[in-house]
């Protein structure tokens, strides 16, 4: 279950690792994450955080929807169970629970210095602004440096859980995989595309 590390030891955490943490090798994201939706399938039921709190569980499941939001393409985050692959990634790779959750603390805590509440409970004006200062790090304030190596791992956790689930890859329009009967190069309108001459 839970870490019983508090929220001021999370915090402190992730400011002595400077708030980024690794992400999974892709082909280890791949076997998580089809493990996780095959659980989910074959499940049925809602499913039960390992290692996020409920509050930590709320909160990813809503931080991974502004990260990759549902649209006419394809499904969102929560959709293609990337809070079920975070959470079980960080249920295998212990290594990796603090900065994660450490971040989750930081961005409660900037919410509560904005707004005076936690980020699930913020606005949607409020939650965006504040991710709005922190997605950009070339033009983030100084001040918030931690919190924006924390969220630039987190994203790129996100991804990686999208990226190589079935949603994900139909998102993309992968065919790798598929039988080629007959290989006619590289069309005319690439090439023209990239500037190279046949």
Known sequence: MSSDLSRREMMGALAAGAGAFMVPHPARAREVIRRVASERAADGAAYTPKVYTAHEWATVSMLVDYIIPKDAKSG??????????MDTMLDLE????TANRGGLAWLDHQCHLRAGRDFVDA???ERRQLLDDIAFPARAPRELATGVAWFNSFRDFTA??????ETGVTDIGYEGNTAVMEWTGCPTANYTRLGVTK
């Not at 969102?76 to 692959?85: H, K």
């Not at 212990?94 to 629970?97: A, C, D, I, K, V």
């Not at 990686?160 to 689930?165: A, E, K, L």
């Open 94 to 97: 212990p290594g990796m629970r």
């Open 123 to 125: 606005t949607d004006a």
């Open 76 to 85: 969102s985050a929560t959709d293609a169970a990337v809070p079920e692959f």
């Open 160 to 165: 990686t859980g999208f990226f190589t689930s």
